[in-house]
């Protein structure tokens, strides 16, 4: 038995009375074949369910329960376009909380969505982990149209770049036009503003049609306050755990069954419908669940299991600060089976020994000394005590892989979370963001750039929103002055609300092209292309990695091979030009980067282009860069 749409029935139950099973495909509005759709909704706490169709004609119909909760109905006469809301005990009119698309905003109808779509990337396979190398973007400020489509338009100048991954800050329908998209509160339905899910659909194609993979941000640990109404229709929530957004999210509780089955649906909606590629999953470490089978490993085995039905190769990728191995290691060790997630850790330490900042949560960090350990080892904190928390923090990953680590020198929180949004490019020399160029794209880890950061882009990323709520909105504002002050930064933030804000905010791509900017884009194009082509670049593995530290200068030194073929690197983080003798294993040398060369706009270099070594060789490190070497065949 199938609805038409080739999808297997998920049986909920029968009617009482009634001896047809229920088998809606799907939470939400389904469009089945002679037009007929699928309508169903869990609403355990409303005694009577209606479905009100307001457009093309409008009409209301009486929904039938069934067992835990739902509510289903199949209606004839139904077609994709038609606008519809839940009537909860006949007095309580709302959009449905697994719609796809919210065309007219968080308080207006749902739109039924055709799961049809023109796609051209029928032999698309997905990519290889290990071949991520991921550009994060914010779709409204990406470009000045600020929608998919406009994105689409950028999307040769990113694949001339050479990354490989596009990641999508969210894109779940969220109040108003401007908002970072983590206030969203359909999950399931691309925001109307940025062109919905046809909109995402094309972007999605032209990307595979592109050889570029999709990730899409996805935030299952909270939804927004505005226009989330789904605690009228059922236990979403519950007050045994809290987050920094209020209560927590029902993934253990009574009725949690159901609440998982929402957002595995939308995970599996994101995957099939519109052909992601991996979901990153939003601050996990504020998903509470001391179940024993855990929400975050059915999400992962669900996503898995996606993606082998539809023959694509798809991951899930968590952001977590918890510094714990089970979250990317299999579940038959005791993980969770996630397949990588974001290391702060390296991000953390790079900023401080590049900026000297030691406020807020980077008193933990000692700067040079702590990116070296991440350098070799992913975490920094291992179990040792932290300051910032109060506790001790972390236990060691050496045992991971390290294709299950995601790292950056900036991204939307670590810019756009500073009071004024400055990226790195406003913080540091022209000479530093070279080398934290280096450290991210010839790590043996998975590369993350934050768009403009390829070239520099001068413009910040500030927090912006675009409230109806006056109330929300002041709440708001307040919350951001309270979050900035543990970092002891002076002045008044910008306003979230303003749309200046969001304007200022705009990439500005003409300036790839001019100057500076245009060498910095270069040197990422350039070390990009190394990390596909260099097999000792391409191979991620620290088993194949040697690292060497020299404390005082501040230089980090590493040499990273492969059966036959090797690289050695130096980055020297120092003020000034520092001496030493450089371990590199005998052989001959050639110099394939070395960022103080006039080539790179540096201020001129020393060091030979060739290197004849018998195990250690004398080099002199011009200050804040780094040299690149290749064992010469």
Not at 49 to 74: D, K, N, Q, S
Not at 428 to 454: C, D, I, R, T
């Amino acid at each position: 038995m199938n609805d038409g749409t080739g999808r297997p029935p998920a049986v909920l139950g029968t009617h009482r009375g009634n001896a047809h099973p229920l088998y809606p495909p799907s939470l939400g509005a389904i469009p089945l074949d002679e037009g007929r759709c699928s309508f169903c909704v869990w609403a355990p706490n409303a005694e009577r369910v209606e479905l009100h169709l307001t457009a093309p004609e409008e009409r209301t119909l009486v929904m039938h329960p069934a067992p835990r909760g739902y509510f289903h109905r199949i209606v004839e006469g139904v077609a994709a376009g038609a606008r519809y809301l839940f009537r909860l005990d006949g007095d309580r009119a709302r959009p449905d909380p697994a719609s796809r698309s919210q065309p007219d905003g968080v308080h207006q109808p749902s739109e039924i969505v055709s799961p049809a779509f023109g796609w051209t990337d029928h032999t698309w396979p997905g990519l290889p982990l290990d071949k991520y190398i991921t550009y994060e973007l914010h779709v409204g400020t990406f470009t000045p149209g600020g929608t998919f489509d406009s994105a689409i338009e950028r999307l040769d100048d990113l694949a001339d770049l050479g990354v490989t991954a596009i990641e999508l800050m969210p894109v779940a329908q969220f109040p108003g036009t401007r908002n970072w998209g983590y206030d969203g509160v359909y999950p399931s339905a691309a925001q109307n503003s940025y062109g919905g899910p046809d909109g995402l659909r094309r972007f999605v194609d032209a990307c595979h049609g592109r050889g570029l993979a999709v990730v899409l941000d996805v935030v299952y640990n909270h939804l927004g306050p505005e226009g989330n109404y789904l605690s009228e229709f059922g236990h979403y929530f519950t007050q045994r755990h809290r987050t920094p957004w209020g209560a927590a999210l029902n993934f253990d509780g009574p009725w949690s069954d159901e609440v998982r089955r929402y957002f595995i649906e939308s995970a599996l909606y994101w995957i099939r419908d519109c052909h992601i590629d991996a979901l990153r999953l939003d601050a996990v470490h504020a998903i509470f669940d001391q179940s024993a089978r855990p929400f975050l490993q059915e999400l992962a085995d669900a996503v898995r299991l996606q993606g082998e039905i539809v023959n694509r190769r798809t991951y899930t990728i968590a952001e977590s600060n918890l510094n714990d191995p089970r979250m990317v290691s299999p579940k038959e060790l005791g993980g969770h089976g996630i397949d990588a997630q974001w290391v702060d850790d390296l991000h953390h330490a790079l900023h401080t020994a590049l900026t000297g900042e030691r406020t807020g949560y980077y008193e933990d960090f000692r700067g040079f000394s702590d990116l070296a350990e991440s350098w070799r080892e992913g975490f920094v904190f291992c179990g040792q005590y932290s300051r910032y928390r109060g506790r001790r923090h972390g236990v060691p990953a050496r045992s991971l892989a390290a294709r299950r680590f995601v790292i950056a020198a900036q991204n939307h929180d670590q810019v756009g979370n500073r009071m004024l949004g400055e990226r790195l490019a406003a913080l540091v020399s022209f000479e530093q963001l070279k080398v934290a160029a280096g450290v991210v794209l010839l790590s043996p880890y998975l590369p993350l750039l934050f768009m403009g950061e390829e070239y520099g882009e001068p413009a910040p990323f500030q927090f912006f929103t675009s409230h109806g709520d006056p109330g929300l909105v002041e709440a708001v504002r307040r919350g951001r002055k309270e979050e900035f002050a543990t970092f002891r930064w002076e002045g008044e933030p910008p306003d979230p609300q303003d749309e200046n804000t969001y304007h200022r905010c705009r990439l500005n791509w003409q300036l790839r092209h001019e100057g500076r900017h245009a060498t910095l884009f270069r040197l990422h194009q350039t070390l990009i292309e190394l990390r596909k082509s260099h097999p000792a670049l391409a191979l991620l593995s620290r088993d194949h990695m040697q690292t060497f530290v020299f404390e005082k200068p501040k230089i980090l030194a590493s040499h990273r091979w492969t059966v036959d073929r090797g690289v050695f690197v130096v980055f020297h983080l120092g003020e000034s030009a520092a001496p030493l003798s450089a371990p590199l294993p005998a052989g001959r040398w050639e110099k394939i980067i070395d960022t103080a060369d006039a080539r790179w706009d540096g201020p001129g270099s020393s060091l030979p282009a060739e290197l004849e070594s018998s195990g250690e060789v004398p080099l002199t490190a011009a200050p804040h860069s780094f040299v690149l070497y290749s064992r010469a065949p």
